[in-house]
């Protein structure tokens, strides 16, 4: 849909309370978002349709979304409708990279609560994320090198068994808002039932954590009781992480060509961390 369309369409949705004024939300990998204002409050309006190469469904986004909502994680839906989701507004600071690490005491309880309370409130159809299978999708999808399949084989293996649970899955620092007296979590795209290790996992990796903030983590979350075929897992998770990333930059350089969106450098970054991952002792 071209931009003037999609905004005259925006304009007319029946939440607003008058006439409202729209500015663009940059920072998105995928989707479209605007800041809307219609006179008396602030919202944040996701534009987006499924993107079935990434296992996104926005009806499953919407359920996540207004479930995290009701877990005290996430702003409220206030309007949903295909390829539209509006939600309040949260005056904050996003985070960038390095605040995933200094801010980890304070992210850890909302992971916790993520995980124990989320999946309790999901209504309707919902995602499952084991992120080994969305690693052999990728890698088939785009025919990328087969040796991710094999080095995906060898870190899955290393896996124990935890409880499932809803993760979020998409630990970037920009879905992390400081308001000044809390943090939010948003975006939940790839919301799902899984393990409590990828989100740790996914949360270190694109925090670029270092060894003992790493270890400061899982002692967090796993109340100092980490033995270490868990650390062992974890690690595998992380390097997991990076390359499900890495290619999921490269399906979306192929099928998604947002503009101003450099994918292929994301691959490469990812790529490198996964690389320095994996030839860790």
């Not at 087969?146 to 409880?163: I, S």
């Not at 948003?186 to 990828?198: K, L, P, R, S």
């Amino acid at each position: 849909m071209r931009k003037d369309d999609l905004e005259s369409r925006l304009a007319r949705l029946a939440c607003w309370r008058g006439p409202v004024t729209l500015a663009p939300l940059e920072g998105g990998l995928t989707n479209i978002s605007y800041v809307a204002d219609d006179g008396r409050e602030k919202f944040v309006v996701r534009c987006g349709a499924d993107i079935p190469v990434h296992h996104v469904f926005r009806d499953r986004e919407r359920a996540a979304s207004n479930a995290a909502f009701e877990s005290g994680l996430s702003p409220e839906v206030v309007h949903a409708e295909p390829g539209i989701l509006v939600l309040r507004f949260v005056d904050g600071r996003t985070f960038g990279e390095a605040d995933l690490a200094a801010h980890a005491d304070r992210i850890v309880p909302l992971l916790k609560t993520c995980h124990a309370e989320v999946g309790r409130r999901v209504r309707g159809p919902a995602n499952a994320f084991w992120v080994f299978h969305v690693i052999r999708d990728y890698v088939r999808l785009i025919d990328a090198d087969p040796k991710y399949l094999t080095l995906a084989d060898a870190l899955e293996r290393v896996q124990v068994p935890l409880p499932t649970v809803f993760g979020h899955h998409d630990l970037l620092p920009g879905n992390f808002i400081d308001d000044g007296a809390r943090l939010w979590l948003i975006d939940w795209e790839y919301g799902g039932f899984g393990t409590a290790m990828f989100d740790l996992a996914n949360l270190s990796s694109n925090g670029a954590f270092g060894a003992a903030e790493d270890a400061a983590l899982l002692d967090a979350y796993f109340d100092g009781k980490v033995p270490a075929d868990l650390r062992r897992a974890f690690d595998a998770m992380k390097a997991a992480s990076a390359l499900r990333e890495a290619l999921w930059a490269m399906v979306s350089d192929v099928h998604l060509k947002t503009p101003g969106v450099d994918y292929a450098a994301h691959a490469r970054d990812y790529l490198a961390r996964f690389e320095r991952l994996i030839a860790r002792p």
